[in-house]
């Protein structure tokens, strides 16, 4: 009689499902708190890169401000000749120029680690397209991309553009 008891207290403790539910909500909240980790983490890069993009577009509209003024006097030359007038012709070294001092300027506008000046140009003489890189650390899992990458986060490049004259 023991012997049956005691085989029928084993089968019922092995066809008990206490405890499993336990492992199941455990296991749905790692998953939950992954995916909240995931979004902040993606969210803060948006948010930096947009900080980025709007300085972009500042230092482009502060070169498109400056000038190269040797070409812009001797646009005054050309009056009589049938040119249109005086005219603001931006350079590429005028605009790389305005986008450093611009650049200098706001230092610490962007928490951004390595905020660079890749590339400050102007097509067409009129349009000033500055081009900044730098490396945002995601939010909750930067330690993450310390170990991972060896640029220690998400390299962000941008690019803003402004007319001048």
């Known amino acids: 009689m023991r012997k049956e008891r005691a085989a029928r207290t084993a089968r019922r403790l092995r066809d008990d499902d206490s405890g499993q539910v336990l492992v199941l909500a455990i296991g749905f909240v790692a998953v939950a708190l992954a995916l909240i980790a995931t979004v902040a983490a993606v ?3 948006q948010l930096e890169r947009k900080r980025l993009l709007s300085v972009a577009d500042a230092a482009a509209a502060y070169a498109a401000g400056t000038y190269d003024e040797a070409l812009f006097h ?3 030359d050309r009056i009589g000749d049938g040119a ?3 005219a603001i012709v931006l350079t590429d070294a005028s605009v790389a120029k305005g986008a450093q001092e611009y650049l200098a300027a706001s230092s610490g506008v962007v928490s951004l680690r390595e905020v660079q000046l890749v590339s400050a140009t102007s097509p067409d ?4 397209v500055v081009e900044l890189s730098g490396v945002a650390r995601p939010a909750l899992v930067g330690w993450l991309t310390d170990v991972l990458d060896d640029d220690g986060g998400v ?11």
């Open 43 to 45: 969210t803060s890069v």
């Open 74 to 76: 001797s646009s005054f």
């Open 84 to 86: 249109p007038g005086p």
């Open 125 to 128: 003489g009129q349009t000033a």
């Open 155 to 165: 390299r962000i490049v941008v690019q803003g553009a402004a007319r001048g004259g």
